[in-house]
């Protein structure tokens, strides 16, 4: 026993984790699941530090990628403290770690093997009146409706107050299939924006006078007389250096960014960023975001989630060329934009009653922005 | 100090090289992929400067007896001055692909590096193997070899990978660039030791 005491005391594990992932246990593919992270402190001691949750998905065939969620955690001398995290499993994800760290020192770990479910599963709000895969009480709604993203069904049992009526109407709205997202159409609408081109009227003809000084110079060096070529290579480079430092406040990206907002109906709104890069770059974007991925072509499709200050902020590696769609379920309201027309990709990529909605384009600066409002 | 003059037969290959790499530039900004433009400027780059180092080393090695101290200071001339060449290009380049200063410093360096190792193969090629035939075939079959040998076996050593994954600020581009380091620094360091007997 003495000898377990001294073993414990210096391994340096401090904290015990506990993770559940999935409502009742059954985590759902390709979904955003709750995932609850208890976090014991044995010691008579308050145990500070940083939570690191990760998780590894994918294939050698479909590529890999990784998410990431950090944040600050304090647990009081014998207590416990229990956190949620949205977390979305995707295919090839079975293994999840936490870890919580002082200063690089490692003061407790824990790690959750799971299945997911294929299917999404079928919830009942209240009382098991009906023959349904698991029931949640009116306490264990979620303020943020994306967690109830693993239901195909949602039936509610007994009344609920505005703000719990607001999150299931978000979930009907936005994830049941009141409107439905084809995420391969903004990919498609993404691949097709370009980077903003070089001024090739002041490039062409730069590269060219160029080369043909340096070759007319060149012999020089052969005769004994370096002079003019090196003036000449120092000419051309000094102006090469002020176009390489002029071009750097260049956009490194292009963005599309979509709200739908369903006024009267739910005060939530679906928001979607759409981000192409030309450059290999991170972006970081507030708020907890969730990215809709294809079929294939996972590698380096990472998200790092971090808290700071009480605020989520998800944190993008952006690849060259690779489109990135993410979307979460926000609230707030947008700025007045003008009315159009929807443009012929935004129909594509969203499904919903168009004849019924109006489309107004938002004055993000850089940034190519739809509110769509739908009663 | 004199700046080193450039035998007549070398004037050409600079300017093929000049030339060719201008229009690699162009290419590879006109290319449609994302992917295939931020590194064919600097695959066409890193093939043709190890050409142009062939022919520089073994032109070199018929440029009348002088000492090795001379003869170093020659081709470390001739090796600034392709890489000299390539800068605006890469200025360009740097600002069309958004790369960051350090990457860019870090390509010079290794372009620096690599063309100095093949400048030595080709001098030494010339100055040990007198037939022309085996000689074409020993220095292009063998920068051929180096170059694509390792892409073919994913490692990480061939200038075609290393230039593109240091512009990139990737890890794996730092065996490449400690072995082209490593074997200018050798080479450099055979050639002092040698430096108290005249050069053919």
């Known amino acids: ?375 | 100090m004199r700046i080193p003059k450039l035998p007549e037969g070398l004037i050409t290959p600079f300017q093929g090289f000049l030339i060719l790499a201008g229009g690699g530039l162009v290419s590879a900004l006109l290319w449609p992929d994302f992917e295939i433009r931020r590194v064919l400027f600097l695959q066409i780059l890193a093939f043709l400067q190890g050409i142009l180092a062939l022919q520089v080393g073994e032109a070199e090695q018929g440029y009348g007896p002088l000492p090795p101290s001379q003869r170093l200071l020659r081709l470390t001339f001739f090796n600034l001055l392709g890489v000299l060449l390539a800068l605006p290009f890469l200025f360009v380049y740097r600002a069309e692909t958004g790369a960051s200063w350090t990457a860019f410093l870090l390509a010079l360096l290794y372009l620096w590096a690599h063309g100095f190792v093949w400048m030595g193969v080709g001098h030494g090629l010339a100055g040990r193997v007198r037939s022309d035939g085996l000689r074409f075939v020993l220095k292009y079959g063998g920068f051929l070899v180096a170059l694509f040998a390792p892409v073919v076996l994913a490692w990480p050593v061939s200038a075609l990978t290393v230039l593109p994954a240091l512009w990139e600020g990737e890890a794996q581009a730092w065996p490449g660039l400690g072995i082209y380091l490593g074997l200018s620094g050798v080479s450099l360091g055979c050639w002092m030791r040698r430096s108290g007997s005249p050069s053919g």
């Open chain 1, 1 to 375: 026993m003495i000898l377990l005491a001294l073993l414990w005391a210096f391994s340096g594990l401090a904290l015990e984790i506990k993770l559940e992932l999935g409502w009742a246990g059954r985590p759902v593919l390709g979904a955003v699941n709750p995932l609850w992270i208890t976090l014991t402190n044995p010691e008579a001691f308050l145990v500070q530090g940083e939570l690191r949750v990760s998780m590894e998905f994918g294939s050698p065939w479909r590529g890999r990628g990784t998410y990431t969620a950090v944040m600050p955690c304090a647990v009081g001398p014998f207590s416990q403290t229990r956190l949620r995290l949205p977390w979305p499993v995707q295919a090839g994800g079975f293994l999840l770690k936490a870890a919580v760290f002082a200063e690089e020192r490692r003061l407790g770990e824990g790690e959750l093997r799971f299945v997911a479910e294929p299917e999404p599963l079928r919830a009942g709000l209240g009382p098991p009146l009906a023959p349904l895969d698991l029931f949640l009480s009116p306490a264990e709604l979620p303020p943020e409706p994306l967690l109830l993203s693993p239901f195909a069904e949602l039936r509610v049992f007994l009344p609920l107050n505005p703000a719990e009526e607001d999150v299931v109407r978000a979930w009907r709205a936005f994830l049941w299939g009141e409107a439905r997202l084809e995420a391969e159409a903004l990919r498609a609408h993404l691949a097709g924006l370009r980077p903003p081109a070089p001024p090739w009227g002041l490039l062409l003809p730069g590269l060219f006078l160029y080369v043909m000084a340096l070759v007319w110079a060149l012999p020089g060096l052969a005769r004994g007389r370096p002079g003019f070529a090196l003036v000449l290579l120092l000419m051309f480079s000094c102006f090469a250096l002020f176009y390489s430092v002029s071009r750097e406040a260049s956009p490194k990206e292009g963005r599309v960014y979509i709200r739908v907002e369903r006024p009267g109906f739910t005060s939530f709104c679906l928001e979607l960023w759409g981000i192409v890069p030309w450059a290999r770059e991170e972006v970081v974007l507030e708020g907890w975001w969730a990215e809709l991925l294809p079929a294939q072509g996972w590698e380096g499709r990472d998200l790092r989630w971090r808290l700071a200050e009480g605020q989520w902020a998800t944190v993008i590696p952006l690849e060259p060329g690779v489109p990135r769609v993410l979307l979460r379920l926000g609230q707030g309201v947008a700025p007045p934009g003008e009315k159009v027309p929807p443009p012929a990709w935004l129909r594509r990529a969203l499904l919903l009653p168009w004849e019924q909605a109006s489309v107004s384009r938002l004055p993000l600066e850089g940034v190519e922005a739809y509110l769509v409002r739908w009663p």
